[in-house]
Structure formats: C-alpha cells, structure tokens
C-alpha cells in the first residue's frame, strides 16, 4: 500500500533530551512538509522539503532541525532548544496541490 | 499575508440534523480552498476541494462552494451521522515557489450524539 508512515505513534521523553520523530513515504513524492498540532491551534507548518538535500524553514522552525538525504525519508528532530515541545505532529507529502497525510506522533516531554 | 478563519467549536448536533461550518479566507491571487477531517488519533484526510470562484466540492454528503465575493468556503451537510464526529480542517493552497503549502483554520470539532 503506498502512503505516508510515522513512527513511533506515542513518545515520551525527557525535557532537555533531544528526539527524533520519523516519516517515510513511498509515494515518490518529491515535496513532504511537518506541521505542529496542538488544541485550538490549528496546524502550523514547521518546514518543509520540495526535493532532496533542500528544506526551508516554515512558521514555526526554531527549535527544530530535519534533513533531506533520501526522497523517502523526512525525519524531524525536536531539539532541547523547543520551549514547548509536547505536542501532536504530522508528516505529509504533496504531488502539486494534493496531500497525504501520515498517522501523527504525539510528543510528550516529561 | 495568507490566513484562514473558521467557527470555532466545539459543535454538538443530534443525528440526521443540518451542518454549517463557516470558513472564511484572506489570500492573495486565487487559492485552492479545501476541507479536511481528522478522525480522533489519526491525521488529516481530504474531504473536499474547490479551485476557483463558484466551484462546489462535493464528498460523503458534505458540500462547499467557493465564494470569492465573500472570501468564503462554508461546508455544509444536510443529514449528519455519528459517523461524521471528527474534527473539520478549512485550508487554502499557497502556492509558490515551487511548493504547495497549506495554511489551515483552526478546526471545529464535532460531535454528533444519537
């Protein structure tokens, strides 16, 4: 089945510990975005990848980091620097104005 | 800059009852407008979408017609079902550069009691 895949589903970890959040498509789509959910704010796009090796920050970037290294791959990491990291976060990917959304992660930082 | 306002919620409505959830955009050019529902822990799926003025999408009994007099993507349904509990997503399609960035309302949630 072709779609859009994060895992873990559920993460847990320690304030001040840096993690990374994983999606993988095979789709073959060339662009895959993160965005950030959290209750009555709606999704905010953290960044972005229209192809390999190229991202560019989105609304919301400080306190995270990705890379690009393989078409399939967009993983997100949610740094120590995040002042409010526990959150819901969804993967996508896009051919021109049609996107797929993974299942989410829900961060909890402790 | 490009922004989407929708009623906030969250909505009750008994079963087979009539839905509106207002959307309202501010955009330039002439975006793409779409509605996407997220059932509870999982992530967005399309529901419907217009790409110009008076274009009316259409999917599972929800409508929404692009208005651009009024810069509005209203979805409307006129029977709803327990089903349909979710959390409603109203976005547009900015496109540039190359990419396709959606910006989204802040949903409505809805739940539908029997």
């Known amino acids: 089945d072709g779609g859009i895949t994060q895992s873990p589903k559920y993460l847990f970890r320690k304030e001040g510990q840096n993690v990374t959040l994983s999606c993988e498509q095979n789709?073959?789509?060339?662009?895959m975005y993160w965005y950030r959910q959290d209750p009555g704010q709606g999704l905010r796009l953290i960044y972005y990848s229209q192809i390999v090796n190229d991202f560019q920050k989105g609304d919301i970037a400080e306190g995270y980091s990705v890379s690009r290294e393989k078409k399939e791959s967009f993983p997100l990491t949610v740094t120590s620097a995040q002042k409010n990291p526990t959150a819901f976060y969804l993967c996508?990917?896009?051919?021109?104005?049609?996107?797929?959304f993974g299942q989410g992660t829900r961060l909890t930082v402790v | 800059g490009n922004s989407v306002t929708q009623m906030e919620g969250p909505v009750t409505l008994s079963e087979e009852a009539f839905l509106t959830i207002n959307c309202t955009y501010t955009?330039?050019?002439?975006?793409?407008l779409f509605w996407y529902v997220q059932y509870p822990g999982e992530g967005l799926q399309l529901l419907l979408k217009?790409?110009?003025?008076?274009d009316k999408g259409s999917n599972k009994g929800f409508e929404a017609t692009y208005r651009k007099e009024t810069t509005s993507f209203h979805l409307e349904k006129g029977s709803v079902q327990v089903s349909d509990s979710a959390v409603y997503f109203c976005?547009?399609?900015?496109?540039?550069?190359?990419?396709?960035?959606?910006?989204f309302g802040k949903g409505t949630k809805l739940s539908v009691i029997p």
């Open positions: 217009a790409t110009k003025a008076d």
């Open positions: 976005a547009l399609i900015r496109a540039g550069a190359g990419s396709y960035q959606l910006t």
């Open positions: 955009a330039t050019g002439y975006p793409s």
């Open positions: 996508a990917s896009s051919i021109g104005e049609k996107a797929f």
């Open positions: 789709l073959n789509h060339d662009a």
